[in-house]
């Protein structure tokens, strides 16, 4: 039933992919979908490139097992969207035309600044597009009731070929399609959950919460904050507070989010669009809290860890129970519907993604750095398709690879990424006169290092027990993989990457915090310090582009 | 002339942008810091099951709504009539250029002159 509604959806979405390839003739409709998108379309759309498998499972599941925390999550997601409406949306719009890069470009040197911003397109998507690629295979082999290493390896090559089909052959315009038909069916499912849930409570919020805090035999301590989050000491509060920083941040920052901007006419609609977005993503994340909730109550903690011990199968139990239970035909039906959405969820994000990424790469990459502009559009496109095969199977590969990497990580890191290198140079580039190339290159090179350095230092890489992060109990397969006996008191993360007994150097998790600083600090200090003097033709260059993007005289 | 209405543009748009910015991310900030740092007050019920740190959270969700519906209404009435201006007259000078340069550029200014107290 799940296999049937699943390849009704990707018999549906190849449809719609053909027939928008035979709508996508220039460069403008392959990276911008022909800039002819309306504001709701638009709006819809970008919500379909963000509520991904790890906003729909990924936090009703939190919530579930962690009660409050996980709404911590729901939030910083939501309010990052005021940066990108009032700081990015409109005027990026305007000043360029089918990257992030091409802002940099339109008053910095174009050759590095298109190099250094092409490469934390990819670095950032390729993140982004391991951890759903990840998520897609633990969720889809439990769903599917199907084990092991294989299976896993098999579901992410399928996954990666088809958002490679979408990408290649229906450009910016199929790959939007697809994600508004996701959109809808997302919302439709979680609408009805939310209902169903709310109805066995007589849509008593308070009586939910109630059954909800007693059934997780937490007590009220799972409406509040600190089950999951800042539980130890000192360090893991400031933890808290650098993932609230990243989430909030990163988002504007956000390649695959960034050039939805483009797909509509104006800066107008561009506005109108992110409201749209606010509006759904807000709905959604509200519905979100209640399934949570809902889950803890209905199916309770002890019953979603069995299944799943992250748990991401809190969504998908919690439909099954809505429809009548394990085993009665609304239940399966129910259980099959939410299923097929969460597919959905995940191929239209990484076909989201994959687009963002190969894009920066013809775009930014071979047409105007290695080719200094000679190339045609044709040769561009061209490379773009031939670039979204290459990230696709790179991310396939990697996927393969880092299957048992812990798929919340490298969101946050993803978004901790985007808000140190992307964001500061952003907005430095739009509205500080005195911002210089150089300042552009050490902002987004030292945001990445910085942000990336901090994780190779702290407990996801080294998984010794400190205060921060105390001692776990061992499964007999985690023993065995860390070297230890399973009654061991020095591990405090079995899942770290290099070493589960080395005590971490930082203790943070999470890097915004350090990194965030770094790079806007970076990127200030580099454009003030540079040796080559600012000339007039460089005001007139931050003239024009200011004029440009407040006034849309002049945009693409 | 359209040298002052593009002054005026990103007076205003700085105006509203940048002091919002400041504040959602201080009161986001301060939610965080609260969830981090002040617990006991965070669990204080308010009515029924519903605590300080749930009525937070959903006011950050209205805080979110309400800036956004604020923006929209504030960009329709000072932005967009003054982006809009601003665009027809580059569009005159670019259209016009050789034959009625000075001529297009004063009537122009004269236009936006009264539509700026039209919008006052």
Redesign the interface.
């Known amino acids: 039933m799940t296999i049937a509604l699943f390849l009704a959806f990707v018999a549906l979405t190849l449809g719609i992919t053909v027939w928008a390839s035979r709508q996508t003739r220039s460069a403008a409709d392959f990276y911008a979908g022909g800039r002819s998108f309306s504001p709701l379309q638009n709006g819809v759309a970008i919500g379909g490139d963000y509520m991904s498998a790890a906003s729909f499972l990924g936090i009703a599941g939190l919530i579930a097992l962690n009660g409050y925390d996980g709404f911590l999550y729901s939030i910083g997601f939501l309010v990052a969207w005021l940066v990108a409406l009032l700081l990015v949306a409109e005027l990026m719009r305007n000043s360029g035309r089918y990257t992030m890069a091409d802002v940099l470009a339109a008053r910095l040197r174009e050759r590095p600044v298109r190099t250094a911003a092409g490469v934390s397109t990819v670095v950032v998507s390729t993140f982004y597009l391991v951890a759903q690629m990840v998520g897609a295979a633990s969720v889809v082999s439990l769903l599917l009731g199907v084990t092991g290493d294989a299976a896993k390896v098999w579901v992410i090559a399928g996954v990666g070929a088809l958002m490679i089909f979408y990408v290649t052959v229906g450009g910016m315009k199929g790959t939007t399609w697809v994600q508004i038909v996701k959109a809808v069916l997302l919302m439709a499912g979680a609408a009805l959950m939310t209902v169903l849930v709310l109805a066995r409570y007589h849509f008593n919020v308070s009586e939910l919460l109630g059954v909800a805090a007693a059934q997780s035999g937490k007590g009220l301590a799972f409406l509040e904050p600190g089950l999951k989050y800042g539980a130890t000491d000192a360090w893991s509060k400031l933890d808290l507070i650098s993932l609230g920083l990243a989430l909030v941040l990163g988002t504007a920052g956000l390649p695959h989010i960034l050039i939805r901007f483009y797909t509509v006419p104006s800066a107008r609609a561009a506005r109108r669009s992110v409201i749209w977005a606010i509006g759904i993503i807000g709905a959604f994340y509200l519905m979100t809290l209640v399934l949570g909730f809902g889950a803890a109550a209905l199916v309770g903690g002890a019953a979603i860890k069995k299944s799943d011990p992250s748990g991401n199968t809190a969504a998908t139990l919690l439909a099954e129970t809505l429809g009548g239970g394990a085993g009665s035909t609304g239940g399966s039906l129910m259980l099959a519907f939410i299923a097929a959405v969460a597919f959905a969820t995940i191929l239209a994000v990484v076909a989201g993604l994959t687009l963002a990424a190969s894009s920066s790469v013809a775009h930014d990459l071979y047409a105007n750095v290695v080719r200094r502009g000679r190339s045609d559009e044709r040769q561009e496109m061209r490379v773009a398709r031939l670039a979204a095969v290459a990230i696709g199977g790179l991310s396939i590969g990697l996927s393969a690879f880092a299957r048992d990497l812990n798929v919340a990580f490298l969101v946050a890191l993803a978004f901790a990424i985007a808000a140190s290198a992307n964001l500061p140079v952003i907005l430095f580039t739009l509205f500080w006169r005195r911002f210089t190339t150089r300042g552009a290159v050490w902002g987004i090179v030292g945001g990445l290092v910085a942000a990336i350095g901090v994780v190779l230092l702290s407990p996801i890489c080294w998984g010794g027990a400190s205060a921060t992060k105390p001692a776990v109990t061992l499964t007999a397969k985690q023993a065995a993989t860390c070297g230890v006996d399973a009654a061991a008191k020095s591990v405090g993360n079995p899942t770290a990457l290099f070493s589960c007994t080395t005590v971490a150097p930082v203790p943070l998790e999470n890097p915004g915090l350090v990194s965030i600083p770094a790079g806007f600090a970076l990127a200030a200090v580099g454009a003030l310090t540079g040796r080559r003097r600012r000339d007039a033709d460089d005001d007139a260059a931050f003239t024009a582009l200011e004029h440009r993007a407040l006034t849309g005289v002049g945009a693409h | 002339m359209s040298d002052s209405d593009?002054e005026v543009?990103?007076r205003r748009?700085r105006r509203?942008?940048f002091p919002?910015?400041a504040a959602?991310?201080a009161w986001?900030?301060l939610?965080?810091?609260l969830?981090?740092?002040a617990?006991d007050l965070?669990?204080v019920?308010v009515?029924?099951?519903?605590?300080v740190?749930?009525l937070l959270?959903i006011g950050?969700?209205a805080s979110?709504?309400g800036?956004?519906?604020w923006?929209?209404a504030y960009?329709r009435r000072r932005l967009?009539p003054l982006?809009d201006r601003?665009?027809t007259a580059?569009d005159h000078r670019t259209a016009g250029a050789a034959d009625t340069g000075p001529a297009g550029a004063t009537s122009g200014a004269g236009a936006s002159d009264s539509a700026g107290e039209a919008t006052r």
């Open positions: 593009i543009l990103r748009f509203f942008a919002m910015t959602f991310l986001y900030l939610y965080v810091l969830s981090a740092y617990r965070m669990g019920r009515f029924g099951n519903v605590n740190a749930l959270g950050q969700f979110t709504f800036i956004a519906a923006y929209a960009a967009d982006a601003l665009r580059a």
